[in-house]
């Protein structure tokens, strides 16, 4: 079977070269704006150019991974790509704008392609065994969850959020999946707070740390806390945490995912995580690109994420207003 070529765009993000050489029905095409000596892997014979442009001329390319130089400029670049009938892996926000979304989602419908945010966290482990585990009605209906996600600060986070999305579109997107692609609750209504106190760059544009409230559709609640106020102590560059509260019993899932317990009347129960137990998220794309497989969740339920956050962004703007998503 013809392998899917892949292109690379770009190296704001959690770029996609390296998982290649472990999935066979794809092979790296081309690379594009990411410096000479940056990249972690083998290239190959992958040609190099530096205008995307340049890229969406080829027509033996299959698929591009997009991780733009501005998020606030990637929604051109992913609807240069699909005009050009690629299919399209985008960095987290994908777009930063509902209806920039919309767009995109309708386009890609219209001429039969697929298109992806990069979303892997719900899908990895321990939070896949999580899910099962709230699927098998283990621990009831759930009426409560609570999530934290928290990185340490560095100089290089950027102080505009054009560049990465901010925050809360680049990290607390990862907290809004656990609620809906783990715990399986379906968010109704969000309100969100965020400060850039302890920014240590005067006058920096950094939100340092955010909180969430969310409705859910079922009766329930669910809040999550993000933030850049890790500290190296933790053993962990990210502090995760979640905790699904049901009415049998209750998930929790600690330091940065070491640590999983159920909890119930039955006693407590230590969940051991076992890696690799599926393919990966983009691993997942590249099969359905080439039509081996079907995604593992239908695109317009993964692009409730972001559907959420930017309604959570909205409403920091509010000053905590609740928005119906």
């Known amino acids: 079977m013809k392998k899917v070529r892949v292109a690379l765009y770009g190296h704001n993000g959690h770029q996609v070269g390296a998982q290649l050489s472990d999935i066979p029905e794809a092979e790296l095409a081309a690379i594009c704006c990411i410096p000479a000596g940056q ?42 790509a699909l005009m050009a009938g690629k299919h399209v892996y985008a960095e987290k926000p994908l777009v930063m704008e509902e209806t920039q979304l919309n767009e995109l989602l309708e386009l890609a419908a219209s001429k039969r392609l697929r298109l992806r945010e990069m979303a892997s966290t719900a899908y990895e482990s321990p939070y896949d065994e999580i899910r099962e585990l709230v699927a098998s ?106 905790r699904i509260f049901g009415t049998k019993g209750y998930i929790e899932c600690l330091d940065g995912g070491r640590q999983v317990r159920i909890v119930n009347d039955e006693g407590i129960a230590n969940i051991e995580p076992s890696p690799d137990r599926r393919l990966s998220h983009f691993h997942s794309f590249i099969m359905e690109v080439s039509g081996q497989s079907i995604a593992l969740l239908p695109v317009e339920t993964e692009a409730r994420a972001l559907r959420v956050i930017l309604g959570a962004r909205e409403s920091a703007e509010r000053q905590g207003e609740f928005i119906d998503v």
């Open 39 to 80: 990249t972690t892997f083998d290239e190959g014979g992958a040609a190099r150019y530096d205008r995307l442009e340049q890229l969406l001329d080829r027509d033996d390319i299959d698929v591009i991974s997009i991780c733009s130089p501005l998020r606030g400029t990637q929604f051109h670049d992913i609807k240069d």
């Open 137 to 242: 009605g283990m621990i009831g209906q759930v009426i409560q969850v609570s999530a934290q996600k928290s990185y340490p600060y560095a100089d290089w986070r950027p102080q505009d959020e054009r560049i990465d999305g901010g925050l809360l579109l680049q990290v607390g997107i990862h907290a809004v999946r656990w609620v809906e692609q783990v715990a399986l609750q379906r968010i109704q209504a969000v309100s969100a707070l965020q400060t850039k106190a302890g920014n240590p760059v005067s006058h920096g544009g950094l939100h340092m740390a955010a909180s969430l409230h969310m409705r859910l559709e079922n009766g329930g609640i669910a809040q999550a806390s993000m933030n850049y106020l890790n500290r190296s102590g933790s053993g962990v560059w990210g502090n995760d945490q979640l």
